[in-house]
């Protein structure tokens, strides 16, 4: 199953390509090819692959999602590397997929306008933010103190020095996703992200089962203007 979503903001276009992978034994064989997939839909839509922005995964468990990650990370390095997250939900996938990929690209209409990524010290798969266009989209920033409101102060903190080194604030923000652990519900994390994030005005919250690690409670994703 592929979907697609356009988003338009400030004159600017994004579109997100959605796909399930289908199980066959081969749990990165089956991410290869839904990430080939996701890659074509965009690419028969007039974007660039040099252009994707924002990469998701969603796994059926620890083992899928770490294989569905070492697939990402062939294929969609190089200039097609990306903010990037990846959860664990198999709620979230239809019956026969092990993996779902989505992928977000941004329209560019000045050839000489180049993707920027932006990595952590040390480097690790992960890069900190892309920016491309007046645009900068962070990858998912998790923690593993123990409660789950330490892990959204220690959060905080990561997505401000992130914001900064990009040149941008949370006044810029237009995206705002917590993806929580279904062990939180949703009042506490609404009650937690009100208190640590006052400042963001409209907030999507998304139940996930897991992460990269299983301290993990929260991983939140942004992007901003320039």
Request: charged residues 25%.
């Amino acid at each position: 199953m592929i979907s697609r979503v356009w988003v338009l903001h400030e004159g600017r276009e994004l579109l997100k390509v959605s796909v399930n992978g289908v199980a066959n034994g081969d749990i990165e064989g089956e991410s290869r090819v839904a990430m080939e997939s996701a890659l074509s839909a965009l690419i028969e839509a007039g974007f660039h692959d040099d252009h994707i922005v924002r990469s998701r995964l969603y796994a059926r468990d620890a083992e899928a999602r770490q294989l569905a990650s070492n697939a990402r990370l062939s294929m969609l390095g190089g200039p097609r590397r990306a903010a990037s997250s990846s959860y664990i939900d198999p709620e979230r996938l239809p019956m026969g997929s092990s993996i779902a990929i989505d992928l977000v690209a941004q329209r560019v209409h000045r050839a000489e306008v180049a993707k920027h990524v932006a990595e952590y010290d040390p480097i690790i798969a992960p890069p900190m933010y892309v920016a491309l266009d007046g645009m900068v989209f962070l990858s998912g920033n998790t923690d593993t103190a123990p409660e789950f409101e330490q892990q959204l102060e220690n959060i905080r903190a990561k997505i401000d020095a992130s914001l900064a080194a990009a040149g941008t604030d949370w006044r810029r923000l237009f995206d705002f996703t917590a993806h929580v652990s279904r062990t939180i519900g949703p009042r506490r994390a609404a009650r937690g992200l009100a208190k640590y994030f006052p400042e963001v005005a409209s907030v999507t919250i998304s139940s996930v089962i897991g992460y990269s690690a299983p301290e993990k409670l929260v991983e939140i994703e942004v992007a901003a203007s320039l």
